[in-house]
């Protein structure tokens, strides 16, 4: 493997193609402001390095990025790449990653809007993220130990696994296909809505109207803060282990709750259960 050490780059395409190169402690910046360093690259490596220039990785295969840096300015700085490893490294520019596949994020911090669209198979472990739209569209996802803040998250998500996560978040999970989140917080209004095939487990739920439109809802063994008109026109089975502020209109299913502040049922085809003070037996 050929090495390339303390250099500066600014060039446009300035390791343009490159396969088997191992890149440590240089910096992409300067006058001549060049974009796509690594495009259509193979096997590279790249460890301690900072980016300030837009694009770096696009079109690129089995790409390992640790302990390095991207800053503002480092736009859209991976895309339509496959087979990617990420460690200990910042990604603070819009856009940071879309249209990749099999993706693994370990110790990252991402500062990023609009991340991780249109990705396929990802795996994300001990990170932090600041993003709007995070994730969108994207499919295969395994989480744990994320913490995430920002609006709009995982929205029309499909084939996801999240476990020990913190989200403060708003609009997340809408329009999700197959998505299980475990022992996990989840801080925000409108959870949830018109998602299929999701199920909450030991987690926390906290924030206005969550949860409607939902078919296939399942919660086991879950606390509910400051969650009023829950469950409105959804297909539920929840066993919650904490008092509820209200709940409005499940369609369909059972509720066990141990208390509920008022239970609105005000359109004919809601049908669903409530069970007040009694244990659920759906786990």
């Not at 493997?1 to 395409?13: G, P, S």
């Not at 296909?177 to 030991?202: C, H, P």
């Not at 906290?206 to 969650?227: F, V």
Request: glycine content about 6%; hydrophobic content about 35%.
């Amino acid at each position: 493997m050929d090495i390339i050490a303390n250099k500066t780059f600014d060039e446009e395409r300035a390791l343009y193609n490159a396969h088997g190169l191992l890149v440590q402690d240089c910096t992409f910046d300067g006058p001549a402001d060049g974009e796509s360093a690594f495009k259509e690259g193979q096997g590279i490596q790249v460890r301690r390095c900072f980016f300030n220039l837009r694009y770096p990785f696009w079109h690129d295969k089995g790409a390992v990025i640790s302990d390095s840096e991207m800053t503002q300015l480092c736009r859209a700085a991976l895309w339509y790449s496959e087979d990617l490893e990420i460690a200990g490294s910042k990604l603070h520019g819009i856009k940071a990653l879309r249209e990749c596949s099999r993706v693994a994020m370990r110790d990252c911090d991402i500062v990023s809007p609009e991340f991780g669209w249109s990705t396929d198979t990802i795996q994300m472990e001990g990170c932090t993220a600041e993003s709007e739209y995070f994730m969108m569209r994207s499919s295969h996802l395994t989480f744990r130990d994320v913490q995430m803040k920002g609006k709009y998250s995982f929205q029309y998500i499909q084939d996801a696994v999240f476990d020990h996560c913190n989200f403060d978040t708003k609009d997340a999970f809408w329009h999700g296909k197959n998505i299980t989140v475990r022992d996990s917080v989840v801080k925000g209004e409108y959870l949830a809505w018109y998602s299929e095939d999701i199920t909450f487990e030991r987690c926390k739920i906290i924030g206005t109207q969550p949860l409607c439109y939902c078919k296939n809802l399942r919660l086991i063994d879950c606390e509910m803060i400051g969650t009023d008109l829950a469950f409105e026109r959804s297909e539920v089975e929840a066993a919650l282990t904490a008092p509820i502020d209200s709940i409005k209109n499940p369609l369909s299913g059972r509720i066990y709750v141990p208390a509920v502040g008022e239970i609105i049922r005000d359109l004919e085809q809601a049908k669903g259960e409530v069970i007040v003070g009694a244990q659920c037996c759906c786990a």
